[in-house]
């Protein structure tokens, strides 16, 4: 099943996971199909959200995301590849900082990728206008 990845998907995904978390908890890989059925679910339910103002993010506390993560790379023929995977994400509010990893990636031609992503030193700008740098 083709499915498009987005930058406007990308940044709902992003919204929403710093709001809902879900994990399959299984220690399989899943498929292409199954992580993009959670994939699409998200996007659903995170579409009809606003970009959250940074300004507004709370000072205290922490949220995680862990769920599935889309990526779209240019492949070798000029053809996008697609590829999903699983991710956790920590936001701590008290610090500004963003941390956490990728990985179990599938490709759109079921293709499983070794190797993760780690996400570290990463952070929110709290003065960033939502009009320039989310649309």
């Known amino acids: 099943m083709a499915r498009m990845i987005t930058r406007g ?3 709902a995904l992003a919204a929403a996971g710093l709001l809902s978390g879900c ?3 299984g220690d399989s890989r899943a498929s292409y199909d199954e992580l ?3 994939f699409d679910a998200l996007l659903d339910r995170s579409d009809p959200l606003p970009i ?6 709370p000072v ?19 053809i996008p590849a697609d590829m999903l995977g699983e991710m956790t994400l920590v936001a701590d509010f008290s610090s500004d900082d963003l941390s956490g990893s990728a ?20 952070g ?6 939502v009009d320039v740098f989310y649309t």
């Open 60 to 78: 205290s506390g922490s949220a995680t995301y862990e769920g599935v993560v889309g990526l779209s790379t240019p492949g070798n023929d000029g």
């Open 103 to 122: 990985g179990d990636f599938v490709t759109d031609q079921n293709e499983e990728l070794d190797g993760r992503l780690d996400i570290s030193n990463g």
């Open 36 to 38: 993009g059925d959670e």
């Open 23 to 25: 994990s399959d908890g």
């Open 9 to 11: 998907g990308l940044l």
């Open 124 to 129: 929110f700008d709290r003065d960033a206008d």
């Open 52 to 57: 959250t103002d940074p300004s507004t993010l």
